[in-house]
């Protein structure tokens, strides 16, 4: 399958219990607690949102893995970028799907991390607190290398996804501390010691303006996230005024077009060799944060479709190692942010992308 551009979709692996969550939010607790409890807030509203192939799955379960990979090689992705959650002297979560992944050799299918370097909040997960429930810490070199070690054996495998032969390794807050310029250094210094050409550093970002920095930290690429931008952006002063009082006032959710959303999606930049774009089926936090929601309204995959083109477009003149274009994302359910079918539009969004992909 010849395909027009590296499409590497986010991966979440929060679909299994561990003690932790039960702690925080309940026995059982998975991604598909909030999934389940999401309703509908307007009229139009498209909630809840119900998987249908892969139902909803346990990722401890080697057959579910194995058919997700089946399903997105089949639609045109190249491989998963996992979520990596590592706080710091040595304390990881949710890790143990992609640690099965590495070690039982399957599915064979290409992937690659990202660095999740992110304090967890209650608010931003589910409860109604802003407590912190765990802190990310940068403990110094030790903490560094020991890091590196623990996921050396992912960076050694065939399947790992690279940029010039170099493991591609996101940072999502890629200027979250000045220690990541020291992580960085130490890294690059290890990967040489244990026989890799090196690594790829892609710096996550939502600011366009914080691409020179990223750069200067140590990065070699930057992934540029413009989901949001059409709110920052796009409307006028009254506009904003107007959604603000509705949100404080009233406590609805802030709503906007994802066809009005999505001209903002895609930048001037997105041409750079090092800069690479990402693709959004669509947006809805409601199931995490209800009424404090940010969401996108009437996505589909005929404009989901165009996105796509036109993303695909702005890469076509790179290399083909750097036609890499993230999609955000295959399983971010509690986000209405994913590829995976369900029961309304089924593969619909796999169909669209696929079309634009593989001509």
């Not at 799907?97 to 050799?105: D, M, W």
């Not at 290399?319 to 890499?324: A, Y």
């Amino acid at each position: 399958m010849i395909k027009e551009a590296r499409v590497i979709a986010f991966y979440l692996p929060q679909y299994h219990p561990i003690p932790e969550n039960d702690e925080w939010w309940g026995k059982g607790f998975t991604e598909w607690t909030n999934v389940g409890k999401a309703k509908s807030l307007f009229k139009g509203h498209y909630q809840p949102r119900i998987p249908a192939d892969l139902g909803y799955y346990d990722l401890r379960v080697p057959e579910t893995r194995k058919a997700q990979a089946d399903m997105a090689r089949e639609y045109g992705v190249e491989g998963f970028c996992y979520w990596h959650y590592w706080f710091g002297n040595g304390k990881r979560l949710i890790e143990r799907p992609f640690n099965e992944v590495v070690v039982s050799g399957e599915p064979d299918f290409p992937f690659c991390l990202a660095w999740a370097n992110e304090t967890w909040k209650g608010f931003a997960h589910g409860l109604k607190n802003r407590n912190v429930l765990i802190e990310q810490q940068y403990p110094g070199n030790k903490d560094y290398i020991a890091h590196f070690y623990e996921v050396l054996p992912a960076f050694k495998d065939k399947r790992y996804i690279t940029i010039e032969d170099k493991p591609l390794f996101m940072i999502y807050k890629s200027l979250g501390n000045e220690e990541v310029k020291t992580f960085i250094d130490v890294w690059r210094r290890l990967a040489l010691e244990n026989g890799l050409k090196g690594i790829h550093f892609v710096g996550h970002t939502t600011e366009v303006s914080e691409m020179e920095t990223i750069f200067s930290w140590g990065f070699d690429s930057v992934n540029v996230i413009r989901l949001h931008d059409y709110a920052k952006f796009g409307r006028g002063f009254y506009q904003r005024l107007k959604q603000k009082l509705l949100n404080i006032v009233l406590g609805l959710p802030r709503v906007y077009l994802y066809e009005e959303a999505m001209k903002y999606f895609n930048g001037p930049e997105d041409v750079q060799e090092n800069v690479f774009p990402a693709i959004f089926p669509n947006w809805d936090h409601s199931p995490r944060s209800n009424k404090e929601a940010s969401i996108l309204h009437n996505s589909n995959p005929e404009l989901f479709k165009k996105h796509v083109a036109k993303s695909v477009e702005s890469v076509r003149k790179k290399s083909k190692e750097n036609k890499v274009i993230f999609l955000k994302s295959w399983n971010e359910w509690a986000e209405g942010n994913h590829m995976e079918p369900d029961l309304k539009y089924g593969k619909k969004y796999l169909e669209a992308l696929k079309e634009v992909l593989c001509k």
